[in-house]
């Protein structure tokens, strides 16, 4: 009898170690699981993160373009105008840097914005818009040689007209890279 309780005692207490040792396993994956669920979301999260920053990045790099753009049109018309009324060839400088440069820069401009139409849309109409006027330059540095009436559109604000539409239009495509920003910086914040 002492030795069937000493072999039911050992067999007793055997029972609870092997008893516990299986649910510490349960807890143990349940924790590395939860662990790799976590991981894998933050990981997503901050890729997430990471391409909203490019998109605000790229935005913000695209407005720059627009305005510099813009600053090279209006230096451009009015050294046009200063050399038209001084005949002095220093105002000619910024006009024709910026007839010499600005095809580059809207190939450059176009390209950022390749993959939206009604961006690609809007930059099209101003870049005719300036082949307008750079028709309209033109012209008037002929007359200008020829010893026309070259102050005569420039009074009746034909140039300027042409550069307001311009201005207008770039206007309308730097507005809408504003608002894609906003929309851009509202994802990244949130």
Do not use: C
Request: charged letters at 25%.
């Amino acid at each position: 009898r002492t030795l069937n309780a000493m072999t039911d005692s050992r067999s007793v207490s055997a029972a609870p170690l092997g008893a516990a040792r299986r649910p510490t396993r349960f807890p143990i994956l349940t924790t590395l699981l939860l662990a790799l669920l976590v991981a894998v979301v933050l990981g997503a999260q901050i890729q997430y993160l990471i391409e909203t920053t490019a998109w605000l990045t790229h935005t913000e790099r695209v407005i720059a373009q627009a305005n510099g753009v813009r600053a090279t049109i209006l230096d451009a018309h009015s050294g046009l105008r200063g050399f038209l009324l001084t005949d002095d060839p220093k105002f000619l400088e910024p006009f024709q840097l910026g007839r010499d440069t600005l095809p580059t820069a809207f190939d450059e401009l176009r390209a950022s914005v390749s993959d939206n139409h009604e961006q690609v849309a809007r930059l099209d109409h101003v870049l005719e818009i300036h082949g307008t006027w750079i028709r309209f330059a033109e012209t008037e540095l002929q007359l200008r040689r020829d010893g026309g009436d070259y102050l005569g559109p420039i009074r009746a604000g034909a140039g300027k007209r042409i550069v307001d539409m311009f201005r207008s239009e770039l206007d309308a495509f730097i507005a809408a890279e504003e608002a894609y920003r906003g929309d851009r910086f509202v994802t990244a914040h949130r």
